[in-house]
């Protein structure tokens, strides 16, 4: 570890502390519906969006009817980008005549960039043309993101009103995160990535001759528009199968940065909503401290780890690290803030292959996920998320001393309890119960590049980013088969609308209940022994329901390299 490499994570924690409150002012008036300097321009087209889709965005909705919105919107998605997919030889924009794609990947496809996932089995270069690239995967890119704000605006008015019967209008506010926050920080990503050397075009690819006279194929494409919304609505996946470690997807250092800031910004401002709407802001940066004592210590460990390298190396009297599988533009430290920023955010972007990282290295990442998105997490997801674990948190803290758990007024009782169960064991039952079976069966053995924890770990890790919503690979497992591409389909299925929905069910439920006034015993939520249970109860779940799985994994795989075995 240098000097450099920690001043490196210094700045882009400040930079992403210095935005949760100017992004979050302005996020909280765009969803509020109230007047924002983008709303000469936009609000004219919103109107015409309403008017369009005969939708009066002042008429709100009830949770249910909020949920039944949100899947049938989820439900056409799915439908149209498996079409493109299965069509797309006869299809416009497809310079290079790539062919449909087989059903079990089309399925796969639609269902990861539906969930916000973005999991890809397949080289994007190599299997998908231009216009399903663009009006297929990049349009899902800004709705799915766009669902995950909404869901979160939901689960905040919950927790805000008083006596309600609507947590919201799901249109207007899928209408107005897409227009007002997703699309203008696309474009002004879009324009200094291409600033930077990033690809944009809609030509055919390159074909070069190298020094040695060999012929080579190059391909370019509509990168750089596709790779704002990817990072800033934290889908992850990529235009090229190398991903952020592609050097037309991202060249430089500070395009580095710039990526690592975008996958966190909006996720960090959401902590800062809450607390507006909710008329404390100091409760959003209390959810906001827990969030980043996890995400600190998860980055130090990382970084540690890839410094300090495999002990075989350095008996050959190699040093520096575990440059293995990294960019040397990048460096151990910037791609150990980039695999952390990547898993705690559920954005799936990786700029270094994690199969190659140490053991403890690609541990954290897992860690990350397996918490269940409230480090960041996705974009919205990441919010709800952690308020889930808030809602256990305040239970158990009520256990211990005997009284009824309150939240910001609200009674949290049986209904929001066992809902908030029901979202969080979502997640260990498709990771956990998937890794079980494709470790047994042939069909999911066959795929694996490695023998030993090793190997395990790659499918203990595609799951859990399926399940997730993440969509990194630890890139040694072949998934582009049919049976990786229908279960962590429906993983993905699972770790989305099995939190959705609970999540909708509590917004409705504390939405309609009273507010209650503070009293003597009245557990303060904003202090920093709330931001230590809270984190303790997240590390306690996680813990024991994921500490058996990891330990047969990376944990015995340390120990093994420190033996001198490898895999």
Request: proline share 4%; hydrophobic share 50%; net charge neutral.
């Amino acid at each position: 570890m240098t000097v450099n490499g920690w001043l490196q994570i210094a700045l882009f924690c400040a930079i992403v502390i210095a935005l949760v409150k100017p992004l979050g002012w302005y996020m909280t008036r765009v969803m509020e519906g109230e007047r924002t300097f983008l709303s000469p321009i936009l609000g004219p087209l919103e109107r015409l969006l309403y008017k369009g889709a005969g939708i009066d965005e002042r008429q709100e909705q009830h949770w249910l009817t909020y949920t039944v919105a949100m899947l049938a919107f989820n439900a056409a998605g799915f439908v149209l980008l498996f079409g493109l997919q299965r069509l797309q030889g006869v299809l416009p924009l497809n310079p290079m005549r790539m062919g449909a794609v087989s059903p079990d990947s089309s399925f796969n496809t639609a269902v990861s960039f539906v969930t916000n996932t973005n999991w890809q089995g397949y080289g994007g270069e190599s299997t998908m043309g231009y216009l399903v690239q663009m009006a297929g995967l990049t349009v899902q890119n800004f709705v799915s993101a766009a669902t995950g704000i909404a869901i979160a605006m939901a689960l905040i008015r919950g927790f805000a009103r008083a006596s309600a019967k609507t947590v919201g209008n799901f249109w207007a506010d899928l209408t107005r995160s897409t227009l007002y926050v997703l699309l203008p920080l696309s474009i002004l990503c879009a324009l200094f990535y291409v600033s930077q050397g990033v690809t944009q075009t809609l030509g055919s690819y390159v074909h070069a001759t190298t020094l040695e006279g060999a012929k080579q194929v190059i391909a370019v494409g509509p990168t750089a528009s596709q790779l704002a919304i990817k990072m800033l609505g934290t889908n992850g996946g990529g235009f090229f199968n190398a991903n952020s470690a592609h050097p037309f997807e991202n060249p430089t250092a500070l395009a580095n940065l710039v990526q690592m800031v975008s996958i966190f910004a909006i996720g960090a401002a959401l902590t800062n909503v809450f607390g507006r709407m909710v008329g404390d802001e100091r409760q959003g940066w209390a959810i906001f401290a827990a969030m980043g004592i996890l995400f600190i210590a998860g980055v130090a460990v990382t970084y540690w780890a890839e410094a300090n390298g495999n002990p075989a190396f350095a008996a050959l009297g190699i040093d520096g690290g575990n440059m293995e599988g990294k960019e040397v533009r990048f460096g151990i430290a910037g791609s150990s803030l980039f695999a952390v920023v990547t898993t705690a955010a559920s954005c799936g972007a990786v700029n270094a292959m994690l199969d190659s990282f140490t053991p403890l290295g690609g541990l954290i990442p897992l860690v990350n996920m397996q918490l269940g998105e409230v480090i960041i997490g996705g974009v919205g997801a990441g919010l709800y998320g952690i308020l889930l674990f808030v809602i256990l948190a305040i239970f158990i803290a009520g256990l211990m001393v005997g009284r009824t758990p309150e939240y910001l007024g609200k009674k949290v009782e049986a209904k929001e309890v066992k809902m908030a169960m029901l979202a969080v064991l979502s997640l260990p039952l498709a990771i956990l119960g998937f890794t079980a079976i494709a470790v047994v069966l042939p069909a999911g053995l066959a795929s694996l590049a490695n023998a030993g924890p090793h190997g395990y770990s790659e499918i203990l890790y595609a799951y859990t980013s399926g399940a997730a919503n993440n969509g990194s690979a630890f890139a040694g497992l072949s998934a582009n088969t049919p049976w990786y591409n229908l279960t962590i389909g429906f993983a993905m299925l699972m770790g989305r609308f099995l939190v959705i929905v609970p999540v909708l069910a509590i917004a409705g439920s504390l939405a309609a209940k009273k507010t209650l006034p503070a009293s003597a015993g009245t557990f303060p939520t904003d202090s920093g022994l709330f931001v230590g249970l809270l984190v303790g109860v997240i590390l306690i779940v996680g813990g024991l329901t994921y500490f058996p799985a990891l330990a047969v994994g990376p944990i015995v795989e340390h120990f093994a390299m420190l033996a001198g075995q490898s895999f």
